[in-house]
């Protein structure tokens, strides 16, 4: 068992991470490049149109219409007009792509494959950075190439989605977290980590405002354990602490821009705040939960693919006597009874998907809790499983559609994923490389 093991671990060690992007980039391309043939050609016609788009991506439609109306914005009345067009960051985006590509491929997948592929590899190189950051190249590299394998995540990164750029938004603010816990900062460092934090969160602040506490959960979170080191060490890392203070502040601050809400949702909405103003002792967080709630349960996705859709909460007591449900679902949902089941929008094969991939997580998981142990006097360990637990956790409360889940689940996954691929090289480490070093796998 030694030797494979052995070698494997050397060969990963010496190859290039710039070498396994430009392989990433090929695996994308030819993805999409397949996705659109397979619906022009109507070779897999139930889950993918002519232009591409899944049936499990159903915001895509929406957005390929927005696209379509800001080219010609931009074709007609210029730059300015199409600035003011009050659509989301990421719709403006694709249709940069889309007036450059579409005289080619029309508005389908290849169109707005330069930018998604863009996505792709930022994702990617952000999930070596923080791994190899937090505990090593080898954890980086091998948890990198996971995540562009997993296949339900290569496949939404070809659609017409905000999410593979919300991934990429809240991955740099993880990054510059696990800066704060894992080096001490010059003031050239401190200054870049303030600018790239800045820039996303002024991007999720205009594209993601229902996710916004996710956002304020990550830093403070990430603030909190920069002091608690700071304290450990009894000593003050100043630049550390002024990128987190400045990045925290610019968060409150920071006016958030409500995203584009159907008329469906706003009906939620309105109706759950008359019922809520009176009935939750945490006003604001309450009714917060609660429409979204509402708006999934009643207004989103198809019955097959609702779980708890009649549940709603009226008040504080609800919400707290469901947490332990919500945690089930969000750290470990679709359960094994809904992997085989028929869906009416996505279909059988995307079922089978999602319970694999759920299966998969469950023994990620349990490798997670091997490095959570191993790795317990490693800030970074806490900082990864705290945000992804959160999270994850809240999002139980709030998402009834599965589908919708899995696709807001993504970035947090990613963080569990790190630390299963970190678990993972401890268990080689102990088992099939051999002792002929007892200290922890090269970093």
């Known amino acids: 068992m030694y030797k494979p093991f052995a070698f494997a671990r050397e060969r990963l060690l010496r190859v290039s991470p710039l070498h396994l992007l430009l392989a990433a980039a090929c695996l994308h391309f030819l993805t999409a490049l397949a996705i659109y043939t397979a619906g022009r050609l109507s070779i897999l016609p139930h889950p993918f149109t002519a232009d591409g788009f899944g049936q499990f991506a159903f915001d895509s439609f929406l957005y390929q219409q927005e696209a379509k109306t800001l080219v010609g914005v931009l074709s007609n009345d210029g730059v300015a007009a199409w600035f003011r067009v009050p659509f989301q960051s ?3 985006l694709y249709s940069l792509s889309c007036a450059i590509f579409s005289p080619l491929f029309g508005y389908s997948v290849l169109a707005v494959e330069p930018l998604n592929l ?12 923080i791994g190899k950051e937090a505990f090593g190249k080898v954890t980086g590299l091998t948890a990198a190439i996971v995540i562009a394998l997993w296949p339900s995540f290569l496949l939404h990164t070809t659609q017409f989605l905000k999410d593979p750029l919300f991934i990429v938004c809240m991955l740099v603010l993880v990054f510059m977290c696990i800066i704060w816990l894992t080096r001490i900062c010059s003031w050239k460092s401190a200054l870049l980590t303030v600018t790239l934090s800045a820039a996303s969160i002024a991007v999720l602040a205009r594209m993601k405002s229902n996710m916004w506490e ?3 959960v990550l830093i403070a979170v990430g603030l909190v354990l920069l002091l608690a080191r700071q304290v450990g060490a009894r000593r003050v890392f100043a630049q550390n ?14 006016p958030v821009k409500a995203t584009n809400v159907h008329t469906r949702d706003q009906r939620a909405i309105t109706s759950t705040e008359q019922v809520g103003q009176t009935s939750f002792v945490w006003t604001s967080l309450g009714v917060r939960i609660a429409e979204r709630r509402r708006v999934f349960s009643v207004y989103r996705g198809s019955q097959e693919s609702a779980i708890d859709a009649a549940v709603f909460f009226n008040n504080t007591g609800d919400i707290a006597r469901y947490v332990p449900r919500a945690t089930l679902i969000g750290l470990f949902a679709p359960f ?8 009416a929008t996505t279909g059988r094969a995307a079922r089978f998907l999602s319970g694999a991939e759920t299966l998969l997580i469950y023994f990620v998981a349990l490798a997670a809790g091997i490095c959570a142990y191993v790795e317990r006097r490693n800030f970074s360990t806490w900082f990864l499983l705290l945000v992804a637990l959160i999270n994850m956790v809240a999002l139980g409360l709030v998402v009834t559609n599965i589908g919708a889940l899995f696709r807001l689940r993504y970035v947090f996954w990613m963080l569990i994923i790190i630390m299963g691929v970190r678990g993972a090289v401890i268990l080689a480490h102990k088992f099939c490389w051999g002792r002929a070093t007892e200290q922890a796998p090269s970093r």
């Open 90 to 92: 990421h719709v403006h």
């Open 118 to 129: 863009l996505y792709y590899l930022a994702s990617l190189t952000l999930i070596y950075r």
């Open 214 to 216: 996710s956002v304020v």
């Open 241 to 254: 602490m002024l990128s987190a203070a400045l990045i925290m502040t610019f968060t409150l601050v920071m």
């Open 336 to 343: 094994p009874q809904m992997w085989l089941a028929s869906d």
